[in-house]
């Protein structure tokens, strides 16, 4: 009989995650012998037996992986056989690691089903795990990825542990952090002295909770403050002691079941919130929902997500229909995941910590997703789906990209893969600055990788420009915001040659000096031109007027009607003081700090001040976000009038004609919703119409859509549908977010195509 012999190689995420266990009972079904061990680069295996048996069992191979393996390629090649018996694991050969490490995944069904069976050893233990499930990015410390090499490497297995451990048939063979409760990690509770609360610490926990009290609770990638979602004292209680912060909080509820007591929810949306990932999913709120009012004031959705890790399953399970689980952060710092400093920057907060004695290694923040086109869309990639990496459309030198300012995440490359770090935060200070540093240390190290080259932002004042000017003897790429945007949303596509990069955001540095943000961009990865944007008006104050939408209606206003602007007879106006109106004239008059900007994010804010939505933010967004909640509850196709000038070879959207009309609109009291809507739809066919023309000129057929505005579902919508209907090919984002935290991808690939 004719026997086969193969060598198979895999890349890709297939080692901690039960890679081998699961080749050596493939081989048993299929009568394979042979063996697998893993190296540098994955999981190599020989495999022999009847020619029919040997493709069945590499077709299974990709067809059956397990639940956490991600492979990105497998090559097999013949070999002479060798008559060899048995199938066995060999250990690992050594060598430069180029597999790639796991995200942290949800408890398991299996483990699930252990946690919660009375006669299980590992019965209601928080840290419960196995090959196809727990935590991992957060716990590495090093490479390779094994046990001592992980923060599990202070608890020595028990016998029981070690004999899973080492049985090639247990579903823990070679699961690092693998424990039990005499072995493993143990939950306690305290208060914010650190001083041990007595009691059952889970129990303990559950009856503040129940009365109405704020605990922070340890998870996989920080801390999370927990609060019943349905006690409006409690909410509001943890709102006063938050301050200022007015921004929606995620919520985690129990099951699908609950999940649909207070929010709408899709099979696609079903789908990623049970993923591994575990994810906050943004879904439409119920109209009538038991969820305290003040959990997401002003906001047409709830961000909800499902229990991440076991404890988190033994918190909500028959106990609550939601807990608000929001990152343990005063706002806009990153999240806090080490334990003494969590108990000192949560203290006023939190009334008892419930702790852990696992260390988290590295943070992550929860992701967050929004549903578009039946794809996701990322606001924030995080936990759960890094380190994952991204496929580049090219091989390229290793670059090192560290983002923009805000939302900072760093990407760095190896090969054809990009691989973004976790969400960092706001770079406005050193603490976040470290964070960076500490998150582009830890891939280096685990990714073993050392960058050629390193790619920022155009913008010089940047904390992470000025970081990447002090990294000595790397050459250094500065890129221009937009393009970044542009060339991460072809990258992920995968698109070369000439692209309509349609990118409208807040705030990003443009060639001229001015500010961009409303943008029209030809070009490919190594350059573009800027062929169209919005009309530029300047910003009373800079940054204050990010902070104060009040200020960019009196600019927009001013660009219309000049000194006469006060004369109109707008609810906003009225809130400015006579001082303030002089002021802003003057600034206004004599350009006197009032940076110049193209921006979409501001347009968004000085109409959603003029409907009166707001005319002060709390958080990034803010404004743009309520806006879009307020046009969703219209519904109407109707659109503003607008026009396109040419300047130079550069067409610039004039949007006057369409804020003459709002004020008309506001002062006629046509319903706010309506006007809302009818600027959501102006805008969409004034960019779907400037693609036009530029067509015309330059027969581009496919269109990128990225920057932050695309978050906006409603806008996102209505281009995309526009551009369809014309018959643009379009791209949007579904790997990384079309926000700032996408930034380092396209800096990453721009840097890169221009060092080949
Ligand atoms: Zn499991
Ligand atoms: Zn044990
Ligand atoms: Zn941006």
Redesign the pocket.
């Known amino acids: 009989m004719a026997i086969n012999r193969i060598r198979i190689e895999i890349e890709g995420i297939v080692q901690g995650v039960g890679f081998r266990p699961f080749i050596f009972r493939l081989a048993g079904t299929h009568a394979i012998n042979g063996w697998v061990l893993n190296n540098s680069g994955g999981v190599i295996i020989e495999a022999e037996g009847e020619p029919a048996k040997v493709s069945a069992f590499l077709r299974d191979i990709s067809a059956e992986a397990p639940p956490l393996a991600a492979i990105t390629s497998v090559s097999s090649e013949k070999i002479a056989s060798q008559g060899e018996r048995g199938f066995v694991i060999r250990p690992s050969a050594g060598g430069t690691n180029k597999a790639q490490i796991s995200p942290d995944c949800d ?2 069904a ?3 089903r252990e946690l919660f069976d009375p006669n299980d050893r590992r019965y209601l233990y928080p840290f ?7 935590p991992r990015y957060s716990i590495i410390t090093g490479i390779p990825y094994d046990r001592p090499f992980t923060t599990m490497a202070a608890f020595p297995m028990c016998d029981a542990c070690r004999a899973e451990y080492e049985n090639p048939a247990d ?1 823990r063979f070679h699961a690092q952090p693998v424990a039990c409760p005499d072995c493993g990690p143990r939950l306690g509770l305290v208060d914010a002295k650190g001083e041990t609360v007595s009691g059952d610490p889970l129990r303990e926990a559950l009856r503040l909770l129940t009365a109405g009290g704020i605990l922070a609770v340890k998870g996989i990638g920080g801390y999370h403050l927990a609060v019943d979602a349905c006690n409006d004292d409690a909410v509001r209680e943890l709102r006063r002691r938050k301050q200022r912060d007015e921004k929606p909080f995620a919520l985690m509820a129990p099951d699908l079941q609950a999940i649909a007591r207070f929010a709408c929810v899709d099979d696609i949306e079903q789908r990623i919130l049970a993923g591994p990932e575990r994810p906050i999913v943004l879904l439409p709120k119920q109209d009538c929902n038991p969820i305290a009012p003040l959990v997401a004031p002003a906001n047409g959705y709830f961000g909800v997500m499902l229990p991440g890790a076991p404890l988190h399953h033994l918190l909500l399970r028959n106990n609550f229909i939601a807990l608000i689980m929001t990152s343990g952060n005063i706002s806009d710092e990153p999240i806090a995941f080490r334990d003494d400093e969590a108990r000192e920057r949560l203290k006023e907060i939190a009334d008892l910590f419930l702790v852990h004695n696992r260390e988290i290694h590295t943070s992550a923040d929860d992701s967050v997703i929004r549903v578009f086109h039946g794809n996701p869309l990322f606001l924030r990639r995080s936990r759960g789906y890094v380190p994952r990496s991204v496929k580049l459309p090219a091989t390229q030198r290793s670059v090192l990209a560290v983002g923009g300012e805000l939302k900072a995440v760093v990407c760095l490359t190896r090969e054809d893969r990009g691989f973004m770090s976790q969400h960092i935060g706001d770079l406005k200070n050193a603490a976040t600055l470290h964070s960076l540093e500490e998150a582009v240390a830890h891939l280096e190290r685990i990714l073993e990788i050392k960058p050629e080259v390193v790619a920022h932002d155009l913008h010089p004042d940047y904390l992470s420009s000025i970081y990447a000017a002090g990294l000595e003897g790397l050459p250094q790429v500065p890129v221009q915001h937009h393009h970044a945007h542009m060339a991460s949303c072809m990258a992920e596509n995968g698109l070369e040659g000439e692209t309509l990069g349609v990118v409208f955001d807040g705030t990003g540095y443009g060639l001229d000096g001015t500010i961009w943000g409303g943008e029209f961009l030809l070009g490919d990865y190594r350059a573009f031109r800027r062929c169209g944007h919005f009309r530029a008006v300047p910003m009373p104050g800079g940054d204050a007027a990010v902070k104060e939408p009040l200020r960019m209606v009196i600019s927009y206003l001013y660009d219309i009607y000049g000194n006469a602007l006060y004369d109109l007879q707008l609810p906003c106006l009225a809130e400015v003081g006579e001082r303030d109106r002089q002021l802003y004239l003057k600034m206004l008059e004599r350009g006197i700090n009032s940076p110049l900007t193209s921006s979409c994010g501001r347009l968004f804010d000085a109409v959603a001040a003029m409907v009166g939505v707001r005319s002060r933010i709390s958080y990034e967004g803010q404004a743009a976000i309520e806006l879009e909640a307020l046009a969703e509850e219209a519904d109407t196709n109707a659109i503003y009038p607008y026009s396109i000038a040419t300047a130079d070879d550069n067409m610039v959207l004039d949007m006057r004609h369409m804020l003459h009309s709002v004020v008309d609109d506001l002062q006629a009291e046509e319903p706010r919703s309506v006007i809302a809507r009818r600027f959501h739809n102006t805008v969409a066919h004034a960019a779907t119409d400037l693609c036009e023309k530029i067509r015309e000129t330059n027969g581009v057929n496919r269109v990128v859509l990225s920057g932050g505005s695309f978050q906006n579902k409603l806008l996102a919508e209505g281009i995309f549908s526009g551009l369809s209907d014309k018959g643009f090919e379009v791209f949007t984002h579904r790997l990384v977010p079309p926000n700032d935290g996408g930034l380092a991808l396209g800096q990453a690939v721009v840097a890169g195509m221009q060092n080949r």
């Open positions: 408890v398991c299996d483990c699930l419960i795990n196995c090959t196809n499930c727990g579903r």
